[in-house]
């Protein structure tokens, strides 16, 4: 399984390379929303774990453009953010988004999540 973390943040995106590493997954990263549709549209992973505010693109607009992409298969997709407006969380899961994690988050709560939507076994 592939998994691609996309995060501003060096030091967020190297914890949740290690707790997704750790749980069977081949991770790739992404610093912003540009690089983000471009691996997707390369390699195709099964999960997209990325945060809400992103550089160039931001990440619902990134959403958006995968759940377009009709021509590429459809990752399951995971915001990571600390955005807690429950208006910006219906915006994301009406748009397409599989859930939605806030930070903090801990292995625990990760694999909770992917158990959940079938990615890995309790």
């Known amino acids: 399984m592939k998994c691609l973390i996309a995060d501003d943040s060096r030091i967020i995106r190297m914890v949740l390379a290690k707790i997704l590493s750790n749980l069977g997954f081949e991770v790739e990263e992404a610093e912003d ?4 549709i471009e691996k997707c549209l390369e390699t195709e992973p099964d999960l997209v774990i990325m ?3 992103l550089p160039v693109i931001d990440g619902i607009d990134v959403l958006y453009k995968i759940r377009d992409a009709k021509h590429i298969r459809q990752p399951r997709i995971i915001f990571c953010s600390a955005n807690t407006d429950p208006e910006k969380i219906s915006e994301a899961l009406d ?3 599989d859930d939605y ?4 988050f801990d292995e625990e709560i990760i694999k909770s999540k992917l158990v959940i939507l079938g990615l890995v076994k309790e």
């Open 33 to 36: 929303g540009d690089e983000v």
């Open 51 to 53: 945060d809400w505010w």
């Open 95 to 97: 748009g397409g988004a």
């Open 101 to 104: 994690l806030m930070k903090p």
